[in-house]
């Protein structure tokens, strides 16, 4: 039997292992906490990884959207500035063609000025005034009218002649100077007017003059004389049939000097017929039309651009079958391209040979007037490409440059026929040399 003091010690160890179950117990329900904890905090540890990676990718999705879209609007900035250099480069090929348009119709300027310019001097002729000759030039001589129409030029001449003359008692070298400066201001030219001066200084020797006041008279001797020279003032178209061939500038007044012929050819009883030519500027054959219409004369046309030397084809056929007296062309003048033009009156010439060998034949060159010198050079210029047998110098009552006549005749050498001092029909009257100096130096 056991003592109160043995059984003491086993209930403590008792007590005590008791105490120690409960303990490992608890550590075990706390380590079993514990591993839950450590669970929920790797659940949530990879719910935050998982967040942070979807975060993550989110982010990365959206910088490569935003590169996309950078990459996109680059895409179109470049296509936008491609398509605008290409515009560019459309609109100077564009340019460049037109350009090579312009070039090669020539309807350059100058063609278009002079057409348009010659388009509004038919229109202030023809619609504006066509009754006028008859009835308020009439009572005039050609004489006053000439010398009303030479106005300008004269007053270029003859006020400073007249003023020199006055102020020089005895005829000198320096007297002579002065009258060169004068003649060559009025567009009689440098080579004519040398001449002029050498011819007057012989006459007033072998007249035995001195007195400057009557230089005035013998000068004018000697511009009749040099004008008499060359000059043959009647139109080769008395017999029939004849044909006049007409050349000259677009703006020299073509298509009205051939008017006015056709009128006064018909008032002399003539049959007359006109071909229109003129196939390269706009509104030639329409104003053509127009005074056939006027005149009463029968007008061969084609359209606009057609072969030149085919409309006179046509014309010389009409003309013989109607037995026309007269067969009046007009043509095309092209001076920015004398090869073009050389070529296409030596066309029409060949058909003229060939067709109508029968005919006599008259080539007149219109000049403008007002252009002075350079109605000179285009008078060379077509004298090399065709055989011109007479000129006609319109718009003499339009400017200050009449002694152009003067060098025409002298360098030139082909006779002035016919002189147009007015826009009337009658004011196109034959040259005469007596009356022109008369009227040109008031004497």
Same mark, same amino acid.
């Given at each position: 039997m056991e003592t109160p003091e043995e059984k003491a010690p086993e209930t403590a160890h008792s007590i005590g292992g008791e105490h120690t179950g409960e303990a490992v117990q608890e550590t075990a329900a706390a380590d079993e906490t514990n591993e839950e904890v450590v669970a929920e905090t790797a659940v949530e540890a990879e719910e935050t990884n998982s967040d942070a990676a979807g975060s993550s990718q989110e982010a990365e999705g959206e910088s490569q959207l935003e590169a996309e879209l950078e990459t996109e609007a680059e895409t179109q900035v470049k296509t936008e500035v491609e398509s605008e250099t290409e515009a560019i480069v459309e609109t100077d090929i564009v340019a460049e063609v037109k350009t090579d348009a312009v070039l090669e119709t020539g309807v350059a300027d100058e063609e278009l000025a002079l057409a348009v310019e010659e388009e509004q001097e038919f229109s202030?002729?023809?619609? +504006?005034? /066509?009754?006028?000759?008859? #009835?308020?030039?009439?009572?005039?001589?050609?004489?006053?009218?000439?010398?009303?129409? *030479?106005?300008? @030029?004269?007053?270029?001449?003859?006020?400073?002649i007249d003023l020199l003359l006055n102020d020089y008692g005895k005829i000198d070298e320096e007297l002579y100077e002065e009258l060169e400066e004068i003649l060559i201001t009025a567009d009689i030219g440098m080579?004519? &007017?040398?001449?002029?001066? +050498?011819? $007057?200084?012989?006459?007033?020797?072998?007249?035995?003059?001195?007195? =400057?006041?009557?230089?005035?008279?013998?000068?004018? +001797?000697?511009?009749?004389? @040099?004008?008499? !020279?060359?000059?043959?003032?009647? $139109?080769?178209?008395? #017999?029939? /049939? !004849?044909? $006049?061939?007409?050349?000259? %500038?677009?703006? =020299?007044?073509? &298509?009205?000097?051939?008017?006015?012929?056709?009128?006064?050819?018909?008032?002399?009883?003539? @049959? %007359?017929? $006109?071909?229109?030519?003129?196939?390269?500027? =706009?509104?030639?054959?329409?104003?053509?039309?127009?005074?056939?219409?006027?005149?009463?004369?029968? %007008?061969?046309?084609? #359209?606009?651009?057609?072969d030149p030397a085919a409309v006179v084809y046509d014309a010389i056929q009409a003309a013989k079958a109607r037995k026309t007296d007269v067969l009046i062309c007009d043509t095309a003048g092209r001076l920015h391209n004398k090869k073009n033009l050389m070529n296409e009156l030596a066309k029409i010439f060949r058909v003229i040979e060939r067709d109508f060998p029968e005919a006599q034949r008259e080539v007149l060159l219109v000049l403008d007037a007002t252009t002075g010198q350079n109605g000179l050079q285009q008078a060379k210029i077509f004298k090399e490409t065709a055989q011109i047998t007479g000129i006609a110098l319109t718009k003499l009552d339009g400017? !200050?440059?009449?002694? %152009?006549?003067?060098?025409? *005749?002298?360098?030139?050498?082909?006779?002035?026929?016919?002189?147009?001092?007015?826009?009337?029909?009658?004011?196109?009257? /034959?040259?005469? /040399?007596e009356k022109f100096v008369s009227a040109l130096l008031d004497i």
């Open positions: 202030h002729e023809i619609l +504006d005034a /066509p009754e006028m000759p008859e #009835q308020q030039t009439s009572s005039l001589s050609f004489f006053e009218r000439l010398k009303a129409g *030479l106005t300008k @030029t004269s007053k270029a001449i003859t006020d400073r080579e004519t &007017t040398m001449s002029l001066i +050498d011819d $007057l200084k012989k006459a007033l020797v072998e007249r035995r003059i001195s007195d =400057a006041s009557q230089v005035k008279s013998v000068l004018r +001797d000697v511009m009749v004389d @040099t004008l008499k !020279a060359h000059s043959n003032n009647h $139109l080769n178209l008395d #017999q029939s /049939p !004849a044909i $006049l061939f007409v050349i000259g %500038v677009n703006g =020299a007044g073509k &298509t009205t000097t051939i008017g006015k012929i056709a009128h006064k050819l018909k008032l002399e009883g003539k @049959t %007359v017929m $006109l071909a229109a030519a003129d196939t390269f500027r =706009a509104a030639a054959i329409d104003q053509l039309k127009i005074w056939g219409e006027r005149s009463g004369v029968p %007008v061969i046309a084609h #359209q606009e651009g057609s400017t !200050a440059k009449g002694g %152009v006549v003067l060098s025409i *005749l002298h360098e030139v050498e082909i006779p002035v026929k016919l002189i147009g001092v007015g826009e009337g029909l009658n004011d196109l009257q /034959p040259f005469e /040399p």
